[in-house]
């Protein structure tokens, strides 16, 4: 239902927005929002392992950061451009592992947690970008990237495999975040994992009367989360063909947007992975018809803390008004039950 | 068609030879103290296969004290536990699972987004690589059903399910892991009556596939129903095990309370203060509270008797704004009485929560700031606390409810229970209000505290106060209230004088039978 | 012994962080005992420290308030973008200051019903309205920034008015620093004095049992967001006056620096601990922080990943001290049934 709705929303969109601009209905546009709607979608991905555990990751910006610059760093080294994209996964877990163990273990609060690890990221990745002054001091510069392997994965279907049918025009990326995306939902959908993940997200103290260990599954989360952020890194990395300091900021954001859209509920135990992708692929197609309308990019900020609001009051009314018709149902049954007896 | 039904004709379990009546736990002996205070002086339970055994006594008569010991939650001190005949040791929840026994918990444990498969399974879940298999998962909740006489769908949400489904889930979760024994500790109290029913014919249908099932009710009639034998503990101890046709409510009250204690100490004379009157008339609260209607007088101390469950406590809250009236009016002194507890405290209303470290105190702040908090009005100006007349107060509550340690800037947070209760209480007594609402005045405070929380509650009436207090404390309720109404199903049911309650009587009004004594009701 | 019990309580840490700070400045940089540096630290500090004092009733309360950066910045936008319409005429600089308050203490109203009517967790709503607030101040310059114009100051008094709140000096003292001042004493006397300061500590503490006592948790949680947002609203204007221009980027990211100042401040982010002491003390201690790593010339850029590493290393100290007190306190407390 809430799906449907979401999907709705998003065709409708795209219709006003071909019938409205004329250069949106085209395979170019659609490619290069497909290619957004990858990204973006791989963070709101992971980060609805997070969410669906109750939890709430503030740290995907800062990751994509120092994961950028750590694999453009990597791939000068010359390595085959897939290790590249595996050692940023790597390093997205790791960072992610760092969150989990943060939180469980230690037993933070999670958004200052990971608002700091998102802060300490960043700068972690700025310290790498500096690369021979020694002094941590002077300004950025972007790394272009010159490693071809590395580079052919960000491109087009057209550029790694030759040009072949439909999908030539799409970004690699796409295709495997759609892979993953269907993965993702039968990892949450149909694993043990994905089944305590729900059950934490949903009562925590049941599931942890049931037997479920609780710091594992929220920690798994974490690390799952960093990966995806780790991933979109090193694809966006390869398609820039250059990584700067000052990416990333403000995805965290935007990924959570993208969840709360698709129908991932702040409190946990609701969503799945399919949600997530259609979130981002509204949140995108939203950004990308303000683009073409050339409205100001600033309305994108607006736009994207209005959609939070309105997407958790939307939920929230809609999860009372089924409570009540349901209790109300209910009401009636155990009436007529009453009269039957 | 709702996801569970009942069959009336469940086949038996072919495969195993019926063990009816043959003794699956047996507790002997069982000694357990806390803090040098005794709970449990031999107390001990043999429940057998096949069978309903009913456990009753009054709070504090140590059932649930028992009851943790045989799921390993605490360890006793002395006695002995078999199984099937064989000395066991039950030292975690762990062992007593792999014990074949398995608790229903009051607070339901189920995770309301998962399906009912789903929950069975939760911490369990069967499959390779973990990868769920999902068609196992569902083909052996519907064999569990089918051995056990339900009709399920094992892929509906839990969280649509009512009370009583629910709560079948829960018994087959009990079940998917072999559980022989099940315990109820209080099943029915969050269900309605038609739901009620529907747990009891579950019960039936575990009774006759040979499962132990130990119950733990206050409902006299629930036990009447559905149990086959009865032990009944007072004090710590066993002091009987009933048969099926010796179980009825006068034994059975009569067992639990014991010999009846009369109390000297009560209040003899009485004034009531005419012109300071509460009344309630038709005071409903959705479905928890039905058309409640009462009069009280300053000068009388009113007490509320009933089970959890019987609309004592959101009679007080609705009275004082807590809860949302859905319909009835409530007046003092003719004025009628605002839904706003924040004008209902400045009209004199007090309110003592039951649970006083969720409702009541604020943990971090200090006992002077947790006193003054109900009375900002007087100790303020335009907005500004007045820090001489704050600490006067402070000190003067301090001092005049002996609370300990004397020092204002305590944080109430490291306070024993007793004195947690007395800050609680001297916020409100030290405004004098004119109507001190008291839910369950002294759960959990000892027995000095107590004597002094009925002399500040006898004082604070004597100068004009109305006072309505809720218990469950038969021994309270029978020495401290001028009256007693008993509270049955949201309404009230019966009603006492101090003359005519007894202890017996409360607690047969609170089950719902007519008592000899008193006036009733309904 | 009052030494020692001086330097062993958290005044005697916080006195001692900041004393360090100061020595290991004087040894390695001379500018920093310089006047000019002294003011500029000044300056930091008391926009800081300004956002704190609102901030900290956010907190108090149990949650948190990250738009003050870009609630200052659409303050000092609205403030520009009006006097310079007006041609710096009294009215545009009194008529600015008064649009901008009644925006940031309505765009504060919305966020506090957020939190209580729809029950939304307080950082996804005011990270929201970061972005919305960060977004909507180009609407308001038209896109770039607005430059007071400095080098006509001298000849029109309302320009040096609006000049004058980053520069003017009455009794020789910098007049952000009084206006911080002023808001650490108000702030002071809110939290200790009044009943709202009571209320404040007691719903944090406990919500439950501060409404069964009658007090309007609704009410005086919007109040909070109120506080918070003209706070930030002033923060901004003495900003973009010290800076003379205002655009987008005016105030942007404070937020993180204000959430440093509360945490080492050792104030519980769960609501009902922490006092205006301790706010302040944070303000100081990442003014002084900033201003030596400008100073050290570390880039800007990477002085976030101090901002991260102190932020997590004050969250870890706070959990652990918090924890070492859970623990004596369950030592202590009779233990109940």
Same mark, same amino acid.
């Given at each position: 239902?809430?799906?449907?709705?979401?999907?709705?929303?998003?065709?409708?969109?795209?219709?006003?927005?071909?019938?409205?601009?004329?250069?949106?209905?085209?395979?170019?546009?659609?490619?290069?929002?497909?290619?957004?709607?990858?990204?973006?979608?791989?963070?709101?991905?992971?980060?609805?392992?997070?969410?669906?555990?109750?939890?709430?990751?503030?740290? *995907?910006?800062?990751?994509?950061?120092?994961?950028?610059?750590?694999?453009?760093?990597?791939?000068?080294?010359?390595?085959?451009?897939?290790?590249?994209?595996?050692?940023?996964?790597?390093?997205?877990?790791?960072?992610?592992?760092?969150?989990?163990?943060?939180?469980?273990?230690?037993?933070?609060?999670?958004?200052?947690?990971?608002?700091?690890?998102?802060?300490?990221?960043?700068?972690?990745?700025?310290?790498?970008?500096?690369?021979?002054?020694?002094?941590?001091?002077?300004?950025?510069?972007?790394?272009?990237?010159?490693?071809?392997?590395?580079?052919?994965?960000?491109?087009?279907?057209?550029?790694?495999?030759?040009?072949?049918?439909?999908?030539?025009?799409?970004?690699?990326?796409?295709?495997?975040?759609?892979?993953? *995306?269907?993965?993702?939902?039968?990892?949450?959908?149909?694993?043990?994992?994905?089944?305590?993940?729900?059950?934490?997200?949903?009562?925590?103290?049941?599931?942890?009367?049931?037997?479920?260990?609780?710091?594992?599954?929220?920690?798994?989360?974490?690390?799952?989360?960093?990966?995806?952020?780790?991933?979109?890194?090193?694809?966006?990395?390869?398609?820039?063909?250059? *990584?700067?300091?000052?990416?990333?900021?403000?995805?965290?954001?935007?990924?959570?947007?993208?969840?709360?859209?698709?129908?991932?509920?702040?409190?946990?135990?609701?969503?799945?992975?399919?949600?997530?992708?259609?979130?981002?692929?509204?949140?995108?197609?939203?950004?990308?018809?303000?683009?073409?309308?050339?409205?100001?990019?600033?309305?994108?900020?607006?736009?994207?803390?209005?959609?939070?609001?309105?997407?958790?009051?939307?939920?929230?009314?809609?999860?009372?008004?089924?409570?009540?018709?349901?209790?109300?149902?209910?009401?009636?049954?155990?009436?007529?039950?009453?009269?039957?007896? | 068609?709702?996801?569970?039904?009942?069959?009336?004709?469940?086949?038996?379990?072919?495969?195993?030879?019926?063990?009816?009546?043959?003794?699956?736990?047996?507790?002997?002996?069982?000694?357990?103290?806390?803090?040098?205070?005794?709970?449990?002086?031999?107390?001990?339970?043999?429940?057998?296969?096949?069978? =309903?055994?009913?456990?009753?006594?009054?709070?504090?008569?140590?059932?649930?004290?028992?009851?943790?010991?045989?799921?390993?939650?605490?360890?006793?001190? &002395?006695?002995?536990?078999?199984?099937?005949?064989?000395?066991?040791?039950?030292?975690?929840?762990?062992?007593?699972?792999?014990?074949?026994?398995?608790?229903?918990?009051?607070?339901?444990?189920?995770?309301?987004?998962?399906?009912?498969?789903?929950?069975?399974?939760?911490?369990?879940?069967?499959?390779?690589?973990?990868?769920?298999?999902?068609?196992?998962?569902?083909?052996?909740?519907?064999?569990?059903?089918?051995?056990?006489?339900?009709?399920?769908?094992? #892929? &509906?949400? =839990?969280?649509?399910?009512?009370?009583?489904?629910?709560?079948?889930?829960?018994?087959?979760?009990?079940?998917?892991?072999?559980?022989?024994?099940?315990?109820?500790?209080?099943?029915?109290?969050?269900?309605?009556?038609?739901?009620?029913?529907?747990?009891?014919?579950?019960? #039936?249908?575990?009774?006759?596939?040979?499962?132990?099932?130990?119950?733990?009710?206050?409902?006299?009639?629930?036990?009447?129903?559905?149990?086959?034998?009865?032990?009944?503990?007072?004090?710590?101890?066993?002091?009987?095990?009933?048969?099926?046709?010796?179980?009825?409510?006068?034994?059975?009250?009569?067992?639990?309370?014991?010999?009846?204690?009369?109390?000297?100490?009560?209040?003899?004379?009485?004034?009531?203060?005419?012109?300071?009157?509460?009344?309630?008339?038709?005071?409903?609260?959705?479905?928890?509270?039905?058309?409640?209607?009462?009069?009280?007088?300053?000068?009388?101390?009113?007490?509320?008797?009933?089970?959890?469950?019987?609309?004592?406590?959101?009679?007080?809250?609705?009275?004082?704004?807590?809860?949302?009236?859905?319909?009835?009016?409530?007046?003092?002194?003719?004025?009628? =009485?605002?839904?706003?507890?924040?004008?209902?405290?400045?009209?004199?209303?007090?309110?003592?929560?039951?649970?006083?470290?969720?409702?009541?105190?604020?943990?971090?702040?200090?006992?002077?700031?947790?006193?003054?908090?109900?009375?900002?009005?007087?100790?303020?100006?335009?907005?500004?606390?007045?820090? &001489?007349?704050?600490?006067?107060?402070?000190? #003067?509550?301090?001092?005049?409810?002996?609370?300990?340690?004397? #020092?204002?800037?305590?944080?109430?947070?490291?306070?024993?229970?007793?004195?947690?209760?007395?800050?609680?209480?001297?916020?409100?007594?030290?405004?004098?209000?004119?109507?001190?609402?008291?839910?369950?005045?002294?759960?959990?405070?000892?027995?000095?505290?107590?004597?002094?929380?009925?002399?500040?509650?006898?004082?604070?009436?004597?100068?004009?106060?109305?006072?309505?207090?809720?218990?469950?404390?038969?021994?309270?309720?029978?020495?401290?209230?001028?009256?007693?109404?008993?509270?049955?199903?949201?309404?009230?049911?019966?009603?006492?004088?101090?003359?005519?309650?007894?202890?017996?009587?409360?607690?047969?009004?609170?089950?719902?039978?007519?008592?000899?004594?008193?006036?009733?009701?309904? | 012994?009052?030494?020692?019990?001086?330097?062993?309580?958290?005044?005697?840490?916080? !006195?001692?962080?900041?004393?360090?700070?100061?020595?290991?400045?004087?040894?390695?940089?001379?500018?920093? $005992?310089?006047?000019?540096?002294?003011?500029?630290?000044?300056?930091?500090?008391?926009?800081?420290?300004?956002?704190?004092?609102?901030?900290?009733?956010?907190?108090?309360?149990?949650?948190? /308030?990250?738009?003050?950066?870009?609630?200052?910045?659409?303050?000092?936008?609205?403030?520009?973008?009006?006097?310079? /319409?007006?041609?710096?005429?009294?009215?545009?600089?009194?008529?600015?200051?008064? !649009?901008? $308050?009644?925006?940031?203490?309505?765009?504060?109203?919305?966020?506090?019903?957020?939190?209580?009517?729809?029950?939304?967790?307080?950082?996804?709503?005011?990270?929201?309205?970061?972005?919305?607030?960060?977004?909507?101040?180009?609407?308001?310059?038209?896109?770039?920034?607005?430059?007071?114009?400095?080098?006509?100051?001298?000849?029109?008094?309302?320009?040096? $008015? !609006?000049?004058?709140?980053?520069?003017?000096?009455? $009794?020789?003292?910098?007049?952000?620093?009084?206006?911080?001042?002023?808001?650490?004493?108000?702030?002071?006397?809110?939290?200790?004095?009044?009943?709202?300061?009571?209320?404040?500590?007691?719903?944090?503490?406990? /919500?439950?049992?501060?409404?069964?006592?009658?007090?309007?948790?609704?009410? /005086?949680?919007?109040?909070?967001?109120?506080?918070?947002?003209?706070?930030?609203?002033?923060?901004?204007?003495?900003?973009?006056?010290?800076?003379?221009?205002?655009?987008?980027?005016?105030?942007?990211?404070?937020?993180?620096?204000?959430?440093?100042?509360?945490?080492?401040?050792?104030?519980?982010?769960?609501?009902?601990?922490?006092?205006?002491?301790?706010?302040?003390?944070?303000?100081?201690?990442?003014?002084?922080?900033?201003?030596?790593?400008?100073?050290?010339?570390?880039?800007?850029?990477?002085?976030?990943?101090?901002?991260?590493?102190?932020?997590?290393?004050? !969250?870890?100290?706070?959990?652990?001290?918090?924890?070492?007190?859970?623990?004596?306190?369950?030592?202590?407390?009779?233990?109940?049934?």
């Amino acid at each position: 239902m809430r799906k449907l709705a979401t999907v709705g929303f998003v065709l409708i969109l795209m219709l006003v927005f071909s019938l409205q601009a004329d250069n949106f209905f085209n395979l170019r546009n659609f490619s290069e929002l497909s290619f957004n709607a990858a990204f973006l979608g791989l963070l709101a991905l992971g980060l609805s392992f997070v969410m669906i555990g109750g939890g709430i990751d503030l740290s *995907a910006g800062g990751i994509v950061c120092v994961v950028a610059i750590l694999c453009s760093r990597f791939s000068f080294l010359g390595t085959p451009g897939i290790v590249v994209v595996v050692f940023g996964v790597v390093c997205g877990a790791f960072f992610g592992l760092c969150n989990g163990l943060l939180v469980s273990r230690a037993g933070l609060t999670e958004f200052v947690t990971t608002l700091a690890t998102g802060i300490l990221y960043q700068g972690l990745g700025l310290l790498f970008a500096f690369r021979d002054t020694g002094k941590l001091s002077g300004t950025l510069v972007s790394m272009g990237i010159t490693n071809k392997s590395y580079l052919a994965l960000g491109g087009r279907f057209s550029a790694l495999f030759g040009a072949r049918g439909a999908l030539k025009d799409f970004h690699l990326m796409t295709v495997i975040w759609i892979v993953l *995306a269907v993965a993702m939902y039968f990892v949450l959908r149909r694993t043990n994992f994905g089944l305590r993940t729900y059950a934490i997200g949903s009562h925590p103290k049941a599931a942890e009367m049931s037997g479920v260990d609780i710091r594992r599954v929220k920690t798994i989360g974490f690390v799952i989360c960093g990966a995806f952020a780790g991933l979109a890194s090193a694809f966006l990395v390869a398609n820039m063909s250059a *990584a700067n300091a000052s990416l990333g900021s403000g995805y965290e954001f935007q990924a959570i947007a993208a969840c709360v859209v698709g129908g991932i509920a702040l409190g946990g135990g609701k969503g799945d992975a399919v949600c997530a992708l259609i979130g981002s692929v509204f949140l995108v197609t939203i950004l990308n018809g303000l683009y073409k309308f050339n409205i100001p990019t600033y309305w994108s900020y607006i736009l994207q803390g209005v959609i939070i609001i309105v997407a958790t009051v939307f939920d929230a009314s809609f999860a009372s008004f089924a409570r009540r018709l349901r209790e109300r149902r209910a009401d009636r049954a155990s009436g007529e039950e009453a009269m039957r007896l | 068609m709702t996801a569970l039904n009942l069959e009336k004709s469940a086949p038996l379990p072919s495969d195993v030879e019926s063990r009816a009546g043959q003794t699956m736990l047996t507790a002997m002996g069982i000694c357990k103290q806390f803090n040098g205070i005794a709970v449990l002086t031999d107390a001990g339970l043999d429940v057998r296969y096949g069978e =309903v055994h009913a456990l009753m006594g009054e709070n504090g008569a140590g059932k649930s004290t028992i009851i943790k010991i045989i799921t390993g939650v605490y360890q006793k001190d &002395a006695g002995a536990i078999f199984i099937d005949g064989q000395p066991v040791e039950i030292n975690s929840r762990q062992d007593a699972r792999n014990c074949g026994i398995s608790v229903i918990y009051q607070e339901l444990s189920l995770v309301p987004a998962l399906t009912v498969a789903e929950n069975i399974f939760l911490g369990q879940e069967p499959g390779r690589y973990g990868v769920t298999a999902r068609q196992e998962m569902r083909a052996r909740v519907r064999a569990l059903a089918e051995r056990y006489g339900f009709q399920i769908d094992p #892929d &509906a949400v =839990v969280d649509s399910l009512g009370m009583a489904q629910r709560q079948m889930v829960e018994i087959l979760k009990a079940l998917s892991v072999d559980a022989r024994l099940i315990i109820m500790d209080e099943p029915t109290s969050s269900l309605s009556n038609a739901e009620s029913e529907r747990l009891f014919e579950t019960i #039936d249908a575990l009774r006759r596939s040979d499962v132990a099932i130990l119950y733990i009710s206050h409902r006299l009639e629930e036990v009447y129903r559905l149990s086959d034998r009865l032990t009944v503990m007072r004090g710590g101890e066993v002091v009987g095990v009933l048969q099926k046709d010796e179980i009825n409510p006068k034994t059975v009250t009569t067992m639990m309370i014991g010999r009846e204690i009369h109390y000297a100490d009560a209040r003899t004379e009485k004034k009531l203060f005419e012109d300071n009157v509460l009344e309630v008339s038709h005071l409903s609260c959705g479905k928890l509270l039905r058309d409640v209607s009462f009069k009280a007088y300053g000068g009388e101390i009113l007490g509320i008797g009933g089970l959890v469950g019987s609309g004592r406590t959101e009679l007080v809250k609705c009275i004082y704004g807590a809860l949302r009236r859905s319909g009835g009016s409530v007046t003092l002194g003719g004025a009628p =009485v605002s839904k706003s507890i924040r004008k209902n405290i400045r009209a004199g209303f007090g309110f003592v929560p039951e649970d006083r470290r969720v409702e009541g105190f604020i943990p971090a702040q200090s006992i002077g700031r947790n006193i003054a908090i109900a009375s900002h009005d007087r100790l303020s100006k335009a907005g500004f606390m007045n820090a &001489a007349a704050e600490n006067r107060w402070v000190e #003067d509550a301090i001092k005049n409810y002996d609370i300990r340690p004397k #020092d204002r800037n305590y944080r109430v947070a490291n306070l024993s229970g007793g004195n947690q209760q007395k800050v609680v209480l001297g916020r409100w007594l030290a405004r004098e209000p004119g109507v001190l609402l008291l839910d369950e005045p002294t759960v959990g405070v000892d027995v000095g505290v107590r004597a002094e929380v009925y002399e500040y509650i006898r004082y604070l009436a004597s100068r004009g106060s109305i006072i309505i207090m809720v218990s469950s404390d038969l021994h309270e309720l029978t020495r401290v209230p001028d009256r007693i109404l008993v509270m049955y199903g949201g309404g009230f049911f019966h009603q006492f004088t101090r003359q005519t309650a007894t202890q017996t009587a409360i607690l047969l009004a609170a089950s719902g039978e007519h008592p000899e004594e008193g006036e009733a009701l309904v | 012994m009052k030494i020692r019990q001086f330097i062993g309580g958290a005044w005697g840490q916080r !006195v001692a962080i900041l004393v360090i700070i100061c020595a290991v400045m004087a040894v390695f940089e001379r500018q920093f $005992f310089t006047a000019a540096n002294a003011a500029s630290v000044l300056f930091t500090i008391s926009v800081y420290g300004t956002m704190a004092c609102g901030m900290l009733f956010v907190v108090l309360l149990g949650g948190l /308030d990250l738009s003050v950066g870009s609630m200052a910045g659409v303050a000092a936008c609205i403030v520009a973008r009006l006097v310079q /319409d007006s041609g710096y005429t009294a009215e545009g600089v009194i008529g600015g200051m008064l !649009v901008a $308050f009644a925006v940031c203490v309505a765009v504060g109203v919305v966020q506090g019903m957020c939190v209580t009517y729809l029950k939304m967790p307080s950082f996804v709503v005011t990270l929201s309205f970061k972005y919305i607030l960060y977004g909507a101040a180009p609407l308001i310059t038209g896109g770039s920034f607005i430059y007071y114009q400095g080098n006509a100051v001298a000849e029109n008094p309302v320009q040096r $008015f !609006v000049y004058s709140i980053g520069s003017a000096r009455p $009794f020789g003292v910098p007049l952000p620093i009084i206006i911080f001042v002023f808001f650490v004493v108000a702030a002071l006397v809110v939290v200790t004095k009044t009943t709202y300061g009571r209320r404040l500590y007691a719903i944090g503490g406990n /919500d439950t049992a501060s409404a069964l006592v009658g007090i309007r948790v609704r009410r /005086d949680t919007i109040v909070a967001y109120i506080a918070s947002s003209f706070c930030a609203a002033v923060a901004g204007v003495v900003l973009s006056s010290i800076n003379m221009q205002a655009g987008q980027t005016t105030g942007n990211n404070y937020e993180g620096s204000v959430l440093m100042a509360m945490i080492v401040g050792g104030i519980n982010l769960a609501g009902g601990e922490g006092d205006v002491a301790g706010a302040v003390f944070g303000a100081l201690f990442v003014g002084l922080i900033t201003n030596m790593m400008t100073l050290l010339s570390i880039s800007p850029d990477f002085q976030k990943f101090a901002q991260g590493a102190i932020i997590l290393a004050a !969250v870890c100290i706070n959990a652990y001290s918090g924890r070492r007190a859970g623990r004596v306190k369950l030592a202590t407390a009779p233990a109940g049934k």
